[in-house]
């Protein structure tokens, strides 16, 4: 079964870090592009980074700077670095993952910034 998990988030003063994890199964992560996403209630979801097979990143420019993207081919496992975090950072993320014409969710991550 073709799955991705996400964890990682929590609660976090601003200016702090968190590292969410993307782990998957079912599938090898090296061999597809991976995406990172977040959503705030009742907004459209927001693509936040994604990585390609090639190792090629990318950002959505409110993030750049500040968040990396990463993967870890051993653990299967795709992670995204977050420094500096703002309250505008506060949403639920989301990784995902194009397969067999289907595009495959997690549930979700919630990470809320706020002092």
């Known amino acids: 079964q073709v799955q991705v998990v996400e964890s990682g988030g929590g609660l976090v003063q601003p200016g702090g870090s968190l590292r969410l994890s993307c782990a998957a199964s079912?599938?090898?992560?090296?061999?597809?592009?991976i995406h990172w996403y977040r959503q705030v209630a009742g907004k459209t979801r927001e693509m936040v980074a994604f990585?390609?097979?090639?190792?090629?990143?990318h950002y959505t420019n409110s993030v750049e700077g500040r968040f990396t993207i990463s993967r870890d081919n051993a653990e299967n496992t795709v992670y995204l670095q977050m420094n500096s975090l703002k309250p505008d950072d506060t949403a639920v993320y989301y990784c995902?993952?194009?397969?067999?014409?289907?595009?495959?969710w997690g549930q979700g991550t919630q990470v809320t910034v706020s002092s």
């Open positions: 995902n993952v194009e397969y067999g014409g289907d595009t495959i």
């Open positions: 079912g599938f090898i992560v090296s061999i597809y592009r």
């Open positions: 990585i390609t097979p090639s190792g090629f990143l």
